[in-house]
């Protein structure tokens, strides 16, 4: 029997359109609307991607995308002064640094930006004082990939409380986040990692797995409990026809995509999961949708928190 | 077979013996000895005792503790006065908030007096920076308790790597940081808790256990695996002799000592589990002595990275 996929791109479109009011609201009140300062430097092709991804749906919903580019070439100076720009901004009520940064920027660049933004700003909650917020579960903004996760699961309706959940990959950016988040809704939680010893067995205990850690297809049935939730948080582009045809069934439809495209997004759940899980996002159209919403919903209250501050 | 005894007394007394020279360097520098201001509100007696003991490690270091008791019925504003004065002070160099806080100052007066101490004075590592810092992976000062575990794992030779590890108690202090530390270590981290279904068996997956929930010999011999390593992080005072009778076999030492004294300090690990496990930490005499060490070793470290400062 197939799993019940996790819609996020439905999810993500209610989310919207429940933001719309909101947004609105701010709009009328500041007489400007809610605004996102984003700054993105080099020229990374996902990063351009994601980045247009996030200009389009901010345009849609009301909400105005800024968008600071900035050459590979520069120093880390003068990508810390736009992110002091948009701290001072009156006009800019979120802030949001791309990553990855080109690595000519050094090893701990995104760390020494991360930590110089404004908390009340800092949409993607990475500054260290929301991290530690987050981890004592009174985050002012939850990162939004992990955000996205719990949000598509509560609109799942599929409970947390006293199941386990295995969680593959200990990231700043998802791993860590989604295992307190998780740990704060009462789930028995267990992080794994590249270290882990008999990782399919581990992963089999959960009754919601999400994998998080990069490597295309790598949750294969033998990770994964007869009707459990898997959560597929990878996004995988591959391009050899090879490696495409051995992941997907004789007539998948995708295969046609594969051939029209070139390329194919896979992630870090095997296909063939779909047989075993009893509920799973698909790639794409799972947790990616909903993890630009939830960016969405940090700007609007980053917005709406300032417009209360001012009154 | 019974266990190897983890002797946290031992090792505490090493920690502090290496200290002594970092202790002098600091004085000699600073014209002053490393000094650690402690906030202690009411008068609750763990409370007291605790603030004791580090005042009497402190004396036998060299290490000033200065001790500000305020009365029970004082507004949480006096007490944040006493810590901005510790913040503005050119000799404290380490600041603590005895916790528990009198309820009188209200549901969130910790964390209100957590996020006023300077993080770069914060040895208890509770500010929210701090925590953040922590998550990451780069703790200027880790909490006690959690940095006591480690090292006295270190200390005892035993590995964590690729090890599963579970952590019984969720809480700010010692749960949710020493399972962010043991899972940077690369071991395999479960988190436990009181909606945990099945928690023997899953405690039983455990190389290396750790009980921090805070209820008397809760953790019995069902919960552990033959061979693991157990650490115990409770502490709690029994009076009641039909219930020590029934924890401790007949002529066991420990009822002598309950005889004598009217109580005896128990752990989280029920005495019988000392059978099962391959390595314990004794209450007392293990995790607490260690804890107090860790503190003296983020006084220091405070001190010397302000001399590093003023250089």
Do not use: W
Not at 56 to 72: C, F, S, Y
Not at 73 to 88: E, K, P, S
Not at 165 to 175: D, F
Not at 188 to 212: G, M
């Amino acid at each position: 029997m197939a799993a019940r996929l996790l819609d996020g791109t439905r999810i993500a479109a209610d989310i919207r359109a429940e933001l719309t009011s909101r947004v609105e609201n701010c709009t009328q009140q500041a007489q400007r609307p809610p605004t996102l300062g984003i700054l993105l430097v080099g020229d990374n092709p996902a990063s351009q991607v994601y980045v247009n991804t996030k200009s389009r749906v901010g345009d849609a919903l009301g909400v105005n995308v800024d968008v600071v580019r900035l050459p590979a070439t520069i120093t880390l100076d003068a990508a810390q002064d736009v992110v002091h720009r948009f701290n001072c901004s009156a006009a800019h009520d979120g802030i949001l640094v791309q990553s990855p940064l080109p690595s000519s920027l050094g090893p701990i660049a995104e760390q020494r930006l991360f930590e110089v933004i404004d908390p009340a700003k800092d949409v993607d909650g990475f500054h260290p004082t929301n991290v530690g917020r987050l981890a004592q579960g009174r985050a002012l903004f939850a990162p939004c990939t992990p955000s996205a996760i719990l949000e598509l699961l509560d609109r799942s309706c599929i409970n947390l409380e006293g199941r386990r959940a295995v969680v593959i990959g200990r990231s700043q950016i998802v791993g860590k986040p989604v295992a307190l988040m998780l740990l704060h809704r009462h789930a028995t939680v267990t992080v794994c990692h590249s270290r882990t010893r008999d990782l399919p067995a581990l992963a089999r205990d959960a009754d919601i797995l999400v994998a998080a850690l990069g490597r295309p297809a790598f949750v294969t049935p033998e990770f994964v409990k007869p009707g459990a939730t898997v959560i597929d948080v990878g996004i995988n582009r591959l391009v050899d026809s090879s490696i495409v045809r051995a992941l997907l069934p004789v007539g998948s439809p995708r295969l046609e995509t594969f051939a029209r495209r070139g390329s194919l997004l896979i992630g870090d759940v095997h296909p063939a999961v779909a047989e075993t899980a009893g509920a799973l996002t698909p790639v794409p159209g799972g947790v990616g949708p909903m993890t630009v919403a939830m960016l969405m919903v940090n700007t609007v209250r980053a917005a709406e928190k300032r417009l209360e501050a001012a009154v």
